[in-house]
């Protein structure tokens, strides 16, 4: 090579170097949908995962607590059961036939609660109890309390309290189903065992039984409830003339008519359904369930596009655009009020009414709740994920809602949220319970799969309902 | 541009603000533009490589140490967006030309001067993708055949002959569109 190459090289490279081309436009609209696109399928990979996590810990907790209860079952101590329960012996109930529950030792002294038949009584014998069973020989609980339930067959039963701490308690530890409490021996002697063994370990660790309100079975328990609640939708930011744009322009449309045509508001929304609640320990609980969600907005004096190439009715709104099928309501029940021709296929129509455009999604959420105060009135935080999956989306007249006009185009079939809230809850009878939960919710993913620009929809929720424990 | 202008919209870039992203494609989209032209064979081409590129630049601003001059790193992401399109493309498998010296006389160094930038990309987009990429990273980039041997999986040697092949049909070309006399030696 010699140096008059280099120079040409140099001169060369010296030109492009400092060369400049503009661009098309249409390269930017490229990146910005590229990475919204890469980051809505980040987000939706990234609950995913967080949803296959939750529901992995769920199966986990709930293995645990199965896996759990055998092991108290069997794992026993008999050394320090014996020193429990002492030494008395439990005994062997030999014959099985279908039990009964006859009398209490408290029943015989007063005679008035069996007319009570439906409600709570309560035996206590200084440390022992004795249930006498129809046909049975009578089951010793050493240093028992034990209580008929309004089941009457089953009862509940505390080993090593005394009626006070069982009452200030208001759980005892376990229901005791008497058709498999007799069914053999194994399960009364296991039962009992188990039970001391508890008890053993409650008196190991020193535990105020009063004070710490530490109960085993209780901490465990599953809630069924139903909330409804009136939501309100919140938007980040206003639905803007180049969205419109997107639309319109292919059509020529003026600016100016664009703009005018932007006036969209939120209707009220709500949501309602069914809830589990799953408690693992004194504080923690796992709640998910089914809840039915319907939103919308109201369209006013909409605009329509109509393109007689492709026979093609269609409109614009914030969540997308809306094809108009229906288009006999539109000559039927809106008004024409405004008329332009933009070419030979596309004209533009405005209409003096307004368009109601409703979803409706079922959501199944997944939330983490922890007691922070845990009295009779208890307040919890609640954090967690929502995925919804859209089951409804229709287009109204909104003097007209009987038959749909049309439907919005590209939505998303599954919408993400996450959920913040507190929950209050307040027992209204033994088992049941009233909770009161505001709750906001942040929209993770887009309604329209088309939306270039990430728009987060914020729901906040006012829910009510009832929860029964068992 | 203003430094602090520049580190403002990196910032915002690295925070994955839109509007940074926006204001920094603005900055730097043409001269971009005008490094994909050269590496690519024709204007979609081009465009392909400009957007590919920019993402990657957003994807992988965080990786900047705000060390070394931004539009150089900027520069490097499209020339390797460039090279991984092609090796894609599988373009990297040519025959191994003879090296051909040619020479320019002043005439030539004339004609560089007069002809316009987008001539000149025209001319080097006409060269076929394997010549073209040896070219520009040798002659614009500064890259030495054994790096570019390496970057491509070449031998050396087919670098050098690519290069040579390059110049004689850029020469030719400038001739053809200026009617001078070239030689061969």
């Known amino acids: 090579m010699n140096q008059d190459q280099k120079h040409i090289d140099n001169q060369i490279s010296k030109k492009l170097l400092q060369a400049e081309v503009i661009p098309p436009a249409s390269v930017w609209l490229g990146i910005e949908k590229a990475l919204a696109e890469k980051k809505r399928k980040a987000v939706i990979l990234l609950y995913r995962r967080l949803g296959y996590a939750a529901a992995f810990l769920l199966f986990g907790f709930v293995s645990y607590y199965f896996i759990r209860s055998n092991s108290e079952i069997n794992t026993l101590n008999p050394k320090r059961t014996q020193q429990i329960v002492g030494n008395t012996d439990l005994i062997k109930i030999d014959s099985i036939s279908r039990p009964e529950l006859l009398t209490y030792e408290q029943q015989k002294e007063n005679p008035s609660e069996k007319s009570k038949s439906n409600r709570a009584k309560s035996v206590h014998n200084e440390n022992i109890a004795t249930v006498a069973t129809n046909g049975l020989e009578n089951t010793v609980m050493p240093n028992a309390f034990v209580e008929q339930t309004a089941h009457p067959k089953s009862l509940e039963m505390n080993i090593g309290r005394t009626i006070t701490e069982s009452i200030a308690l208001h759980k005892p530890l376990q229901t005791i189903d008497l058709t498999s409490m007799y069914k053999s021996n194994f399960n009364v002697l296991s039962f009992l065992r188990a039970y001391s063994f508890r008890r053993a370990y409650e008196l190991d660790q020193q535990t105020d039984l009063l004070a710490e309100n530490k109960t085993f079975a209780n901490n465990q328990s599953w809630k069924l409830g139903l909330a409804f609640s009136p939501t309100n939708v919140s938007r980040s930011s206003g639905f803007s003339t180049r969205e419109y744009g997107a639309l319109y322009a292919d059509a020529s449309v003026p600016t100016e008519t664009i703009a005018s045509v932007v006036s969209e508001k939120d209707i009220p929304a709500y949501s309602g359904g069914l809830n589990l609640e799953f408690q693992i320990s004194e504080r923690l609980s796992l709640q998910s369930g089914v809840y039915y969600l319907r939103q919308g907005q109201l369209i006013e004096n909409f605009s329509v596009i109509e393109n007689s190439a492709n026979s093609a009715n269609s409109t614009n709104s914030y969540f997308g655009n809306i094809s108009i099928t229906n288009t006999s309501l539109l000559s039927g029940e809106a008004p024409l009020s405004d008329y332009l021709q933009l070419n030979d296929a596309v004209s533009y129509s405005r209409f003096d009414a307004d368009l109601l455009q409703r979803f409706e999604l079922l959501e199944i959420p997944l939330i983490a709740s922890y007691k922070l105060i845990d009295r009779k009135f208890s307040f919890s935080l609640a954090a967690g994920l929502n995925q919804g999956v859209v089951i409804g989306n229709q287009v109204y007249l909104s003097n007209y809602t009987s038959q749909p006009i049309g439907t919005t185009e590209d939505l998303n079939r599954f919408i993400y949220k996450s959920v913040f809230g507190f929950s209050f809850e307040y027992p209204l009878a033994r088992k049941l319970y009233f909770n009161l939960s505001p709750t906001l919710k942040y929209q993770l993913n887009n309604f329209n799969k088309k939306a270039i620009e990430p728009e987060h929809l914020r729901y906040y929720e006012f829910k009510a309902g009832v929860s029964y424990r068992f | ?185």
């Open chain 2, 1 to 185: 541009m203003e430094e602090n202008y520049l580190k403002e919209i990196i910032d915002g870039c690295k925070k994955g603000k839109r509007k940074s992203q926006e204001l920094l494609y603005h900055q730097f989209a043409a001269k971009m533009f005008a490094v994909c032209l050269y590496y690519a064979g024709n204007k979609t081409e081009a465009e392909d490589f400009l957007q590919s590129g920019f993402i990657k630049v957003f994807e992988n601003i965080k990786q900047y140490q705000e060390k070394g001059i931004f539009e150089a790193w900027l520069r490097k992401i499209f020339m390797h967006t460039a090279l991984t399109k092609y090796r894609e493309k599988k373009l990297m498998l040519l025959p191994d030309y003879k090296e051909t010296e040619y020479l320019l006389d002043s005439n030539q160094e004339d004609v560089l001067s007069k002809i316009s930038t987008n001539d000149l990309l025209c001319l080097i987009q006409q060269l076929p993708p394997a010549y073209r990429l040896v070219f520009n990273l040798y002659a614009i980039e500064g890259y030495s055949h054994r790096e570019i041997a390496e970057m491509l999986g070449l031998q050396e040697g087919t670098s050098k002959s690519n290069l040579s092949r390059a110049r004689q049909i850029l020469q030719q070309k400038l001739a053809g569109q200026f009617e001078i006399s070239t030689k061969k030696g």
